[in-house]
Nanobody, 117 residues
Framework: QVQLVESGGGLVQAGGSLRLSCAAS????????MGWFRQAPGKDREFVAA????????DYADSVKGRFTISRDNAKNTVYLQMNSLKPEDTAVYYC??????????WGQGTQVTVSS
């Protein structure tokens, strides 16, 4: 079992920044890949970013490349999503997830990000 708790969401103006955190507990070493996803109202959940255990490999959705950065601190069992140059279309509930390769098994409860124009 892995428990994931997101934090850091909020309301920000377009062009601003936020940093999301996801604290993991439990058998985190069994599910080494960490990812961020988001779901906007009326839309399907979509992939945002992912990072492998040692941080040597990261992947991003095209819509966030160059603006968002995923990172992790394994000593703290925490993964981060630094979001810069935010746009209104980034408004969504952001979820972190843990898994293996492209298969995610555990999910957090989500944190709301709202970007005003």
């Amino acid at each position: 079992q892995v428990q994931l708790v997101e934090s850091g969401g909020g309301l920000v103006q377009a062009g601003g920044s936020l940093r999301l955190s996801c604290a993991a507990s439990g058998r985190t070493f069994s599910w080494p890949v960490m990812g961020w996803f988001r779901q906007a109202p009326g839309k399907d959940r979509e992939f945002v970013a992912a990072i492998n255990y040692f941080g040597g490999r990261t992947d991003y959705a095209d819509s966030v490349k160059g603006r968002f950065t995923i990172s992790r601190d394994n000593a703290k069992n925490t993964v981060y999503l630094q979001m810069n140059s935010l746009k209104p279309e980034d408004t969504a509930v952001y979820y972190c997830a843990s898994g293996v390769a492209d298969s995610y098994k555990y999910w957090g409860q989500g944190t709301q990000v709202t970007v005003s124009s």
